[in-house]
Structures are given as C-alpha cells and as structure tokens.
C-alpha cells in the first residue's frame, strides 16, 4: 500500500507557506501560480519565485545573474533576495520575476543557481526559515527537468538539473511539479510522459493538479506581462485548445490538448534515487553551477549556459 504521506495530499495538508520556485529561468516563474493556487487550496500561504536566469532576449549576458548584479532588490542571503516591479539587471532588464511582481501586486523571489546543488538547498533552506515557509516546490514548465539527455529537442537541461538536484538536498520537505507537458518545445510529449510514467513506477510520482478555470485569468495576465510561450501554450491548454502552437519564432510546434494543462507532481529524490532524473543526479554533488555544466558537457550534453556563450562570443 502506498504511503499517505508520500502524497500530494500528505505533503501539502498541514503546510502553513509554500516557497514556489520556477527552475527553468525566464518565464517558468508562472507556472508558480498554479501551485500556489493548490497550496492556498489546502490552506497554506504561497510565495513564488524563479532565477535570476533570463532568455537571450531579454538578457544577452551568458548565464545566470549574481545577486550583486542585480539593482533594486532586497537580498534574503547570498542566493535569493525579493524583487519588485523596479528589479532589474546589468543594462536595466526586468526580470520576469520583477514583471510577476507587478502582475501579483506582491514581491516575488529572485534564485541565484551558480553556487550549485549544494548552495543553492543552503539558500533555500535559510530563505524558508526567514519567510516562515515549511514546504519547497520546484516547477518546470515543460518537462525538461527529466530528460535523459538525449532528447533531439533538449536544449535548457541545466538549470532544472542543479534546482532539482538541490531540491534532493534540502532539509525543508520538498515537492517537484512539471506543468504544461511538453509546451516549451524541447521534450516531446511522448517523451514527457515517459518520463512521468517512469516516476509512478518508481513510486515516485506523488498526483496530479490543473488550474481550476478561475485562476485562468490570472495565468494570462501573468503570461501577457512576462511574454512567455511555454506557459502562454499550458494556458492555452488549460482553456481547451488543441492542435499545436508555433514556439520560438515560428522554429518549434508543440502539441496543445488537456494533458498540457496538467501538472505532476513527483518526490525529488525519489525520481534521483531511482534514475528518473539522470541529470539532476549526475550533478548531484557538482561544487557549483559551473561545475554541473562540465559534468553535463562530459556527458555530451550540450545546456543552455554554452549555448548562450557560443552565442555571445560570436556577438549575436
């Protein structure tokens, strides 16, 4: 019989406030919405955040930013400080973070992946205990964070790999979320439910949530502000589209039907302990974020941060 408490019922019934982090940089800090929804459903308080990761568009720097790159915000510790509205990085850039923090009204939290699994678990946990919050959830919109790394279409595994890998290390009882399966175009959804499938049989997979129709309106505002096509295509799900929509000018297609609008819920170190997240375990122990991106590039795994560096050093 499966244990209660390894539910999503039994992780999130006596939560007082849930820190909700999007681990895919850019615009997978809304899909925190719709596990805060969930989180208020059972009672509990919701703080959302993602990394201070963006997309080339909006900043052209490789990598993620440190936090004293950052003006305008209001540090917690090292790794995570809140932003607002006024947010911004190197060259004035807002953060899709510092958008969502329009949208809510609210600050919202601001991630520095680069001290790696380690450092980032030691962050979270110390951010927690400032913010009285006593549940983590991780949420990837689209899927990525359990490729096996051969996938045709992966192109960002480093990010979701060192933010779950540090899920499996914190000490705060933590839940990982994939929401709008295979929307951001790198996984295929059979690919993505592969992966999912691989999670129920290895006990690891936890439930099942959609975002009810009257958090709808909210997901769109957040999506107009942030201008993100993954979460853009789970919203379009999540109102009953199907077919397939044009991502990443018009270069990718993803599928749009009711299992997009989906989120799962899994035990982070279930799906590491039982090799349903190769990644994410294979940076388990990396020192740091750049760390994880060697052990990844000796994996032939090309991420997004040599990607991003290829890019700039041919200027662009």
């Known amino acids: 019989m499966a244990d209660p408490e390894r539910s999503l019922d039994g992780i999130l019934r006596d939560a007082r406030r849930v820190l909700c982090v999007g681990i895919g940089g850019g615009g997978d800090c809304v899909g925190t919405l719709v596990v805060a929804d969930l989180a208020r459903r059972f009672g509990a308080d919701a703080v959302c ?3 201070t990761w963006e997309r080339r568009v909006v900043d052209p720097l490789p990598g993620p930013r440190r936090l004293d790159e950052l003006d305008g915000h209001e540090p917690l510790n090292g790794a995570v400080a809140w932003a607002r509205p006024h947010t911004t990085g190197p060259g004035g850039f807002a953060f899709a973070e510092s958008r969502l923090a329009g949208v809510l009204g609210e600050p919202v939290l601001l991630v520095d992946p680069t001290p790696g699994p380690a450092g980032v678990a030691a962050a979270l946990d110390d951010a927690c205990a400032r913010l009285g919050c006593d549940r983590v959830a991780l949420v990837d919109v689209g899927g990525d964070v359990l490729a096996v790394g051969d996938e045709p279409g992966l192109g960002s595994p ?41 999670l129920a049989a290895a006990g690891a997979l936890l439930g099942t949530w959609g975002p009810p129709p009257a958090l709808l309106p909210r997901l769109e505002a957040a999506v107009a502000a942030v201008a993100t ?51 994410a375990a294979a940076v388990r122990d990396a020192a740091s974020l750049e760390d994880a991106e060697a ?7 090309r991420s997004e941060l040599a990607y991003e560096r290829a890019m700039h050093a041919a200027g662009a």
């Open 49 to 51: 955040g993602g990394l």
């Open 295 to 301: 052990i990844l590039a000796g994996r032939g795994i």
């Open 158 to 198: 480093l990010a979701d790999a060192v933010l779950l890998a540090a899920g499996a290390r914190l000490r705060t009882p933590a839940v990982g979320f994939v929401w709008g399966a295979a929307c951001d175009g790198e996984l295929t959804l059979d690919e993505v439910l592969a992966r999912v499938s691989a």
């Open 229 to 279: 096509e993954a979460s853009a295509a789970a919203v379009a799900c999540a109102r009953g589209e199907t077919g397939t929509a044009s991502t990443r000018r018009g270069t990718k297609a993803v599928p749009l039907g009711p299992v997009g609008a989906l989120a799962f819920a899994f035990d982070p170190r279930g799906a590491l302990d039982h090799g349903v997240a190769p990644l």
